[in-house]
C-alpha cells in the first residue's frame, strides 16, 4: 500500500484528533473556513528569544500549515481565528520543542526522542562502527522517511560520515584523509548529499582541521566533532568543542599524562587557568557541548534516581523497540562507579567536580552552553537529553541557560535559526507544552502535556 504523503498524514491526524481527543475542541461548522489549522490558547510563553528569561502570558499561538502565523498578548482585543483543532493550554508552558544536536542515530532512536518533546536531531557519525552499508546511504535513507512522514520522529539534520587524519582511526563510517588536496574534494562531496554540517575527528593534524573548517565555510557548513586540545582547535577557527576532555589537554597540570589518560583526564586541569580558556571561547562564540550523561553520570547524586527510572520505564511499550541487549544493560550502567576501585573513582569525582566550575564559570559569562547528550545504542533516547539539561543545572547553570542550550543555541550552531529553536512568528511550529514551569524546576521539562511537530499534535495528554 503507498504510504500518504505528510499533506494527507496531516489531514488524516487532524480527523482522527476530531474525533478522539476531548482536550481538542471542534470549532465552528463544516461549512465555515478556517484560517487556521490549529490554535493553542493561554498559556505562559518561554519564546527562548532573550538571552534573559522572558515568560509571556498568552491569549493565543495561531498556526498554519507548519508554521506559526501569530502570537496574540494576553491583553490583546484581537479575537482568535476559528480552526478545527484547539488546545486549551491553561495555565501550562508552552516551549520551542527541544533539539539535540549531539546524536548517533539507531534506527529506534525516532519515535521514542519524539515522545520527549525533541524534535530535531543531529546526527553526527551515521550508522555506528558495525554498520553493514554504506553510511552515508544509511542516514539519508532514515532522513528521507522522516521528512516524507513515512517514519514518525523529530526532523533529522546530518553530517554524514566523519573526516579524520591520515594516522586516525580505520572503521566504515570515518573518512581517513591522506593529504590536504583531498579535502575540498570530499567536503564537496558530502554538500552534494545535503549534509548540514561536518565532523572532524580528534586525529586531524592542525593544518587538515584549518583546512576543513576553511573550505566547510565557503559551503556555509559549521564543522562540529572532536578535537585533541581546545587552544590548538579554536586558534584555527574551531567554534565548537565536544567534550571537556580536549580542554582538560590544553590546561592540564601535566599535559603527559593528559594524553595518556585519553578522555579521562579533567581531573589534571589547573583551576587557575579556567578564565582564561573561558575568555578564549567567548571571544570566538564557541559552543561547548560538555555530554555530561555520556561521561559523569556515574559520579551524579541521580545515578541511582535514573536506574530505577530506567527499569520503570524499559517495561512500557515505547521502549520495545530498543533491541534486548541494550535494554538489559541500561539501568545498571548508571552505576558503573560503584564497582571502581576507589583511587578512580576519587579520580573521575575530582574531574566531575572540575568540569561543574568550568561550565557555571562559562554560563554565567555568557557562554555557549549546549545540552547535547550524546546519545547512542547504550542510552535512551530523548530521556538523556532531558537528564543533560538537569545535569547542567545540577553543576549550577540556570535553568534558563540549560534551556538555551537544547533549543536556540543548537539552532544558532546548526545555521537554521530561521527556522527552529525559539518560538517565533514564521518559523516551523516545534512546541513543548509542559504543565508546571521549568525555570522553578528545570525537571518540569518531562511533565509533558503536548508535543507538536510542524504543526502536527504528536503527543498529547495520556
Given at each position: 500500500?503507498?504510504?500518504?504523503s ?9 480527523v ?8 481538542c ?11 487556521a489549522?490549529?490554535?493553542i ?13 522572558q515568560?509571556k502570558?498568552?491569549?493565543g ?8 502565523q ?6 490583546s482585543?484581537?479575537s ?10 491553561g ?16 534506527s529506534?532512536?525516532p ?20 554498520c ?17 512522514g ?5 526532523t ?9 587524519g ?18 575540498s ?6 554538500a552534494?548529499?545535503?549534509v548540514?554540517?561536518?565532523?572532524a575527528?580528534?586525529?586531524?593534524p592542525?593544518?587538515?582541521r ?23 582547535s ?19 597540570t ?5 594524553y595518556q ?12 587557568r ?13 559552543y ?7 561521561r559523569?553520570?556515574f ?5 541511582f534516581?535514573?536506574?530505577?527510572e530506567?527499569k ?23 552505576l558503573?562507579?560503584?564497582t571502581?576501585?576507589?583511587e578512580?573513582r576519587?579520580?573521575?569525582?575530582k ?11 562559562f ?7 549546549l ?10 533516547p ?7 539539561v ?5 553543576a549550577?547553570?540556570t535553568?534558563?541557560a540549560?534551556?538555551l ?8 550552531l ?10 517565533q512568528v ?7 507544552i ?25 503527543r498529547?495528554?495520556?
Amino acid at each position: 500500500m503507498k504510504k500518504p504523503s505528510n499533506s494527507n498524514r496531516k489531514a488524516l491526524v487532524l480527523v482522527f484528533s476530531l474525533l478522539i481527543f476531548g482536550r481538542c475542541s471542534r470549532l465552528g461548522t463544516e461549512s465555515s473556513v478556517s484560517s487556521a489549522d490549529l490554535v493553542i490558547r493561554n498559556g505562559f510563553l518561554l519564546d527562548m528569544v532573550s538571552d534573559q528569561p522572558q515568560l509571556k502570558p498568552i491569549k493565543g499561538l495561531v498556526i498554519s500549515g507548519e508554521k506559526i502565523q501569530k502570537i496574540v498578548p494576553a491583553d490583546s482585543s484581537e479575537s482568535l481565528p476559528e480552526a478545527p483543532l484547539v488546545i486549551e493550554a491553561g495555565s501550562s508552558y508552552i516551549l520551542p520543542g527541544l533539539i539535540d544536536a549531539h546524536v548517533h542515530f539507531r534506527s529506534w532512536f525516532p519515535e521514542i526522542f519524539l515522545h520527549y518533546g525533541v524534535t530535531s536531531l543531529m546526527d553526527t557519525g551515521p550508522c555506528g562502527p558495525d554498520c553493514e552499508e554504506d553510511p552515508n546511504e544509511w542516514i539519508l535513507r532514515h532522513q528521507r522517511a522522516l521528512d516524507d512522514g513515512s517514519r514518525k520522529g523529530p526532523t533529522l539534520y546530518i553530517t554524514g560520515m566523519k573526516l579524520d587524519g591520515p594516522d586516525g582511526k580505520t572503521d566504515n563510517h570515518i573518512y581517513r584523509l591522506q593529504s590536504l588536496d583531498e579535502i575540498s574534494t570530499k567536503i564537496d562531496f558530502l554538500a552534494r548529499l545535503g549534509v548540514d554540517a561536518i565532523k572532524a575527528e580528534e586525529d586531524l593534524p592542525v593544518d587538515f582541521r584549518k583546512r576543513i573548517i576553511e573550505e566547510a565555510s565557503k559551503r556555509g557548513l559549521p564543522v562540529v566533532g572532536h578535537s585533541r586540545d581546545a587552544i590548538e582547535s579554536i586558534n584555527v577557527g574551531m567554534r565548537f568543542i565536544e567534550h571537556t576532555y580536549p580542554i582538560a589537554r590544553a590546561l592540564a597540570t601535566d599535559p603527559e599524562l593528559a594524553y595518556q589518560l585519553g578522555r579521562s583526564s579533567e581531573h589534571l586541569i589547573d583551576m587557575n587557568r579556567v578564565p582564561e580558556m573561558i575568555d578564549l571561547m567567548l571571544e570566538n562564540q564557541v559552543y561547548l557541548n560538555p555530554t555530561l550523561m555520556g561521561r559523569f553520570r556515574f559520579f551524579s547524586e541521580r545515578r541511582f534516581q535514573y536506574s530505577r527510572e530506567d527499569k520503570e520505564l524499559l517495561s512500557q511499550e515505547l521502549f520495545q523497540a530498543i533491541p534486548e541487549e541494550y535494554r538489559s544493560r541500561l539501568p545498571d550502567s548508571h552505576l558503573r562507579a560503584e564497582t571502581m576501585p576507589p583511587e578512580e573513582r576519587r579520580m573521575h569525582e575530582k574531574a566531575y567536580e572540575n568540569v561543574k566550575v568550568l561550565l557555571k564559570q562559562f554560563s554565567s559569562k555568557g557562554g555557549l552552553l549546549l545540552a547535547a547528550s550524546d546519545a547512542l545504542e547504550t542510552s535512551m533516547p530523548g530521556l538523556w537529553t532531558h537528564r543533560e539539561v538537569q545535569l547542567l543545572v545540577d553543576a549550577g547553570v540556570t535553568p534558563y541557560a540549560a534551556l538555551l542550550g537544547a533549543t536556540r543555541y543548537p539552532a544558532e550552531l546548526m545555521r537554521k535559526q530561521d527556522l527552529i529553536g525559539t518560538v517565533q512568528v514564521g518559523k516551523q511550529a516545534d512546541l513543548l507544552i509542559v504543565t508546571a514551569n521549568p525555570l522553578q524546576d528545570i525537571a518540569a521539562t518531562q511533565d509533558i502535556e503536548y508535543v507538536i511537530k510542524k504543526g502536527i499534535i504528536e503527543r498529547r495528554p495520556q
